[in-house]
């Protein structure tokens, strides 16, 4: 039988519903990893976690509003009840605002900031008392948390920041000695309803998806399973060295 690489472990993934968190869920859980599916559509959160249990693995589903502070105090709180510590947390809920600079408008620029940077904040700090002393922290950030994307001002800013969150959370917390290792992971464009959203808008979908394709040098976009590929790693012990580091899967996009 081989052997599940995060067997014990306890983690908590929000926008868990779909994409690539729910995508994270599912490989999290057939590693051995107990589960909590979070996402402010329940509904969708219940099906994960449906789906994981039926498979015979570990997981339960949480309504959480990222940006609700007493959100994630009660349903931190649940899940250190249900399962009496938390190894695990993934930072992957988001939104994305593709328009120019002067097209956002301030309502869209505290939108995005809000679910994309303030939720990492709020988690984090939330979450610091319940983490075990051999835990791990991924922010799902972006190319655009590295380089300039088409359209991305607002959401570039937030990625960014959580990209430069992470590595000062990660510094802290190894020179404290608390235990607890802080990564990000920076997708390319990834097949995803969010993406599909964003496609939507332009009017011609097919040629908007050709465009995000064909700014990949492998030629296609990526599938939120090659995400989670990347995220279990930085979840498990085997990147027990890496803390403040960024794992880039983006089909060559940031080496041009």
Known sequence: ????????????????????????????????????????????????????????????????DVCDKQAWQSVLEEVSQVSG??????????IAVHETFEETTLDDWERVRSINLDSIYIACKTALPYLSNNSSIINISSIAGLVAVPNGSAYSATKGGARLLTKG????????????????????????????EIVQKGGDEAASIQTFTDMHPMGRLAEPEEIAAGILFLASDESSFMTGSELVIDGGYTAQ
């Open 169 to 196: 959370l990660a510094v802290e917390l190894a020179r404290a000695n608390r235990g607890v290792r802080v990564n990000s992971v920076h997708p390319g464009a990834v097949n995803t309803a969010l993406l599909q």
């Open 1 to 64: 039988m081989p052997v599940m690489r995060v067997d014990g472990k306890v983690a908590l993934v929000s926008g868990a519903g779909s994409g690539i968190g729910k995508a994270t869920a599912l490989r999290l859980a057939s590693e051995g990893a107990y589960v909590a599916v979070t996402d402010i559509d329940h509904s969708a959160a219940c099906d994960v976690a449906g789906d994981i249990v039926q498979s015979g693995m570990k997981g339960f589903a949480w309504e959480l």
């Open 85 to 94: 510590k938390l190894d695990i947390l993934v930072n992957n809920a988001g």
